[in-house]
Nanobody
Framework: QVQLVESGGGLVQAGGSLRLSCAAS????????MGWFRQAPGKEREFVAA????????SYADSVKGRFTISRDDAKNTVYLQMNSLKPDDTAVYYC??????????????????WGQGTQVTVSS
């Protein structure tokens, strides 16, 4: 079993930055592909960013490409999402996810086995 705990959300003005963290515990974090997803009110959960098990490969949704950066620190069992140039459309609950195995990055909600509880990000205009 893997436990994921997100932190770093909050209220920020448009154009500002936030860094989300996701701390993992329970199993060998360094072998897990990781992802960030978000869900706005009334919308489905959507892919934001993903990173493969060793950090060599990343993928981003078109809506965040060039503004968000995913990274991982296996020594700290933590994955990060640096969010710059935030827009009101980025407002959502952000979720961290872990996949139990695989060498690639993954963008599908159903491709992940473990989820955090989410952290709220609100961007004001």
């Amino acid at each position: 079993q893997v436990q994921l705990v997100e932190s770093g959300g909050g209220l920020v003005q448009a154009g500002g930055s936030l860094r989300l963290s996701c701390a993992a515990s329970g199993r060998t974090f360094s072998r897990f592909p990781m992802g960030w997803f978000r869900q706005a009110p009334g919308k489905e959960r959507e892919f934001v960013a993903a990173i493969n098990w060793n950090g060599a490969r990343t993928s981003y949704a078109d809506s965040v490409k060039g503004r968000f950066t995913i990274s991982r620190d296996d020594a700290k069992n933590t994955v990060y999402l640096q969010m710059n140039s935030l827009k009101p459309d980025d407002t959502a609950v952000y979720y961290c996810a872990a996949r139990d195995g695989g060498s690639n990055y993954y963008s599908g909600v159903d491709e992940y086995h473990y989820w955090g509880q989410g952290t709220q990000v609100t961007v004001s205009s």
